[in-house]
């Protein structure tokens, strides 16, 4: 694989591997370690790797791309007891919930979170930022309002206009 073809097309995959890595650092390494880093060394272990890759397809690709994510988060936190990993399902940390668990509707809802993250980086700071803290951070309006700065009707309403600039730009990801 051409190392410069590899970096451009990672660029899609970022925001959706970083949501991963911060998904499992917020469980016990909050603010220690940068979600961006993990993806970074991911990604370039990923590029060393790519001749052990053995999937054809992107899903299959992303799939190999998020479980070095994964792995590389796990070890700055620790790996979790069988217990937790119980608790939280069937050890997939950074699984996206689904009504069925097969192999290509987890790669589905991969590439669908993956586009979504894609589409969300592309917004403007605050909007971007008021989104990531109530889809990921699971922040409430008022939690949102005073990390911003803003008044609770503002974050509001700042949410909704991300939203719907989200809906607009959704399918024209570049």
Do not use: C
């Not at 993956?114 to 922040?139: I, K, P, Q, V, Y």
Request: charged share 25%; hydrophobic share 45%.
């Amino acid at each position: 694989m051409d190392e410069a073809a590899f970096w451009q097309w990672a660029q899609t995959y970022r925001p959706y591997l970083k949501g991963v890595a911060t998904k499992i650092l917020a469980t016990r390494a909050a603010g220690a370690v940068d979600a961006s880093d993990i993806v970074q060394t991911a990604l370039e272990g990923a590029l060393r790797r790519f001749p052990q890759f053995r999937g054809k397809t992107l899903p299959e690709w992303q799939a190999f791309l998020t479980a070095i994510v994964r792995h590389k988060a796990l070890n700055v936190v620790g790996r979790p007891s069988p217990e937790a990993l119980r608790a939280a399902g069937d050890g997939e940390l950074a699984q996206i919930p689904g009504d069925d668990s097969s192999p290509s509707s987890q790669a589905s809802r991969r590439e669908l979170a993956a586009r979504a993250l894609a589409t969300m980086n592309r917004l403007e700071g605050r909007s971007r930022d008021a989104l990531w803290m109530w889809f990921f951070e699971d922040l409430d309006h008022d939690q949102i309002a005073q990390r911003l700065q803003i008044s609770a009707a503002a974050s509001r309403k700042l949410r909704e206009r991300a939203l719907k600039e989200l809906r607009l730009n959704w399918g024209n990801e570049t």
